[in-house]
């Protein structure tokens, strides 16, 4: 089962994903709460994925999100939103969101983005975040990031350029014809590489260093 927290101030909203969630067989919502004491609850109930509302009163969704991804064993985050909040795109990435999800999505698109997040994945609903992605990947290259993946090897170069496209462990192994477990070796060994970084950390270096870019990334 992919345990899920939903975190968010609107009692309505919180109602219905869990309604919706918990209509899939392999999902379970093991918290719904708004955002004071999430981040304990978070860290005690030991969720897979964490969707979690990015503007909120008292304790706002970014700063939530800060404390998750430093704790151990951190969630896979996705950030919900409601309206144009494009601003805070780049900073939710940069602190270790694996992505946004707008909550008009349909039923069926948010089962998949949870499932998807469980994977190791990213999700980028383009209705909420298309035109500043496109921008933010149009722009050169990060003098930082480039430096960074110059300690890997190609090898390691081509896991990280299909990890930031958005794809699962198994679904690298199938792409670049290795074995499952010298994916999570290579993984693993490019978190450390750089410097300690989560999965989704890792993608955006990925992107900042220009590994997206077509031809990038192939066996």
């Not at 991804?69 to 795109?89: I, S």
């Not at 089962?111 to 383009?126: C, E, F």
């Not at 299909?162 to 978190?191: E, P």
């Amino acid at each position: 089962m992919i345990r899920v927290a939903v975190v968010d101030d609107e009692p309505l909203v919180r109602t219905g994903l869990r309604v919706i969630l918990e209509s899939a067989d392999d999902i379970n919502v093991v918290l719904a709460s708004a955002s004071v004491g999430a981040v304990e609850n978070i860290r005690s109930s030991g969720v897979d994925v964490l969707l979690l509302d990015i503007r909120m009163p008292v304790f706002d969704g970014m700063a939530v999100l800060r404390r998750i991804v430093h704790g151990p064993t951190p969630p896979a985050v996705a950030m919900l939103t409601g309206f144009g909040l494009e601003e805070y795109v780049e900073e939710a990435l940069r602190a270790g969101a694996a992505g946004f999800l707008m909550k008009t999505a349909a039923p069926e698109q948010l089962i998949h983005a949870v499932r998807t997040l469980a994977a190791g994945g990213r999700v980028l609903v383009p209705e909420a975040t298309g035109p500043v992605i496109a921008g933010y990947l149009a722009s050169g290259p990060d003098s930082e990031a480039a430096r960074r993946v110059r300690l890997l090897s190609p090898r390691e170069l081509q896991v990280l350029a299909q990890l930031g496209a958005g794809h699962n462990n198994r679904d690298i192994a199938t792409r670049l014809h290795l074995a499952h477990g010298t994916v999570k070796d290579h993984v693993s060994s490019i978190l450390a590489k750089l410097g300690g970084l989560n999965r989704v950390q890792a993608a955006v270096v990925a992107d900042r260093a220009r590994l997206l870019r077509p031809g990038k990334g192939k066996p």
